[in-house]
Nanobody, 123 residues
Framework: QVQLVESGGGLVQAGESLRLSCAAS????????VGWFRQAPGEDRAFVAG????????HYADSVNGRFTISRDNTKNTVYLQMNSLKPEDTAVYYC????????????????WGQGTQVTVSS
């Protein structure tokens, strides 16, 4: 059982930046694909970004491509999501999740989830 803990959320104004962190409890974290998802009130949880186990491949939703950057430090069992030029529509609870293998954008494929961190962007 891998435990994931997200942090770094908060309230910012449009145009500002935040960096989210996802810290894992196990070193086996380094073998997993990691995805960031978000869920706004009344909406389904949606894929935001993903990174494979060796950081060789990253993936982004069209809505955040060019503004968000996902990275990982396997020595710290941590994945980051740098969010720049934030918009009010980025407001959501952000979750990290892990799975074996490669990119899948569907939430049902992910094995372990964090508890989420709230990001609120004011206009």
């Amino acid at each position: 059982q891998v435990q994931l803990v997200e942090s770094g959320g908060g309230l910012v104004q449009a145009g500002e930046s935040l960096r989210l962190s996802c810290a894992a409890s196990e070193r086996t974290f380094r073998n997993y694909f990691v995805g960031w998802f978000r869920q706004a009130p009344g909406e389904d949880r949606a894929f935001v970004a993903g990174i494979n186990s060796n950081s060789g491949s990253t993936h982004y939703a069209d809505s955040v491509n060019g503004r968000f950057t996902i990275s990982r430090d396997n020595t710290k069992n941590t994945v980051y999501l740098q969010m720049n030029s934030l918009k009010p529509e980025d407001t959501a609870v952000y979750y990290c999740a892990i799975k074996t293998g490669y990119l899948v954008r569907s939430t049902s494929s992910y094995e372990f989830w964090g508890q989420g961190t709230q990001v609120t962007v004011s206009s």
